[in-house]
């Protein structure tokens, strides 16, 4: 069969319209974090309540943060304790305000139901002590031993700064009053972000590919 043979110019403009398209695609997305190329760098933390059963690791692999460990009852609390990977640099983060939302590309090889994600360092007027930065739950991450990897999308209105730091579960959210809800300082600049197995007893295992803010104005 013959091949049609394209003029210079249409193949030109063609190029152009596909540069296009990769370009417009990407303009509504920042990348935070890759862990195939990280510019973080991030530490596990165990439960510090004294007594505290709940131990943790994380390590970067082959382009992918792993977070291992397991989360068990802080004997005298009679409750679960936690464990959280978080960032400890001052590397400042792209700003977001134009953003709807994080995207998490991540995979878990147990049905873990604690997960949790937070970011920045503010403290909620009333807030519990030692609950700082907004905090949101992570949808069930689906158990699975394939290489899939899920894409998990939180908006930030899912995010509060009103939680309880016993339990990590939200107190007060972003929905029932905006002044729980993220504010344009912390998206201009994240400061830190952790990742956390807590308030649920049982095996933590997730692994980690990518952090995004989507849903970006041009």
């Not at 049905?111 to 930065?133: E, I, L, M, N, Q």
């Amino acid at each position: 069969m013959a091949m049609t043979r394209l003029p210079k110019a249409k193949i030109g403009i063609l190029a152009l319209l596909v540069l296009s398209g990769i370009a417009s695609a990407r303009l509504d997305e920042i990348i935070l974090e890759d862990f195939a190329n990280a510019v973080h760098e991030w530490k596990e933390m165990n439960d510090p309540v004294m007594g505290g059963q709940s131990t943790g690791t994380f390590h970067k692999a082959n382009g992918v943060g792993v977070f291992h460990g397991v989360v068990k009852d802080v004997p005298f609390l009679h409750a679960p304790g936690f464990i959280q990977v978080r960032t400890t640099d001052t590397v400042t983060w792209p700003d977001v305000t134009t953003c709807h939302a994080l995207q998490l590309q991540v995979r878990s090889a147990d049905p873990y139901t604690g997960y949790r994600v937070s970011f920045g360092t503010t403290h909620a007027p009333g807030g519990k002590f030692y609950a700082r930065g907004y905090k949101a739950n992570l949808p069930t991450v689906s158990s699975s031993s394939s290489d899939d990897f899920e894409m998990i999308e939180i908006a930030f209105s899912e995010f509060t700064d009103f939680w309880d730091d016993a339990t990590g579960e939200p107190i007060h959210t972003c929905k029932e009053n905006e002044l729980y809800c993220p504010d344009t300082m912390t998206l201009k600049n994240l400061k830190t972000m952790a990742f956390w197995g807590e308030g649920v007893n049982g095996k933590v295992s997730l692994e980690i590919k990518s952090v995004r803010a989507v849903g970006c104005a041009e």
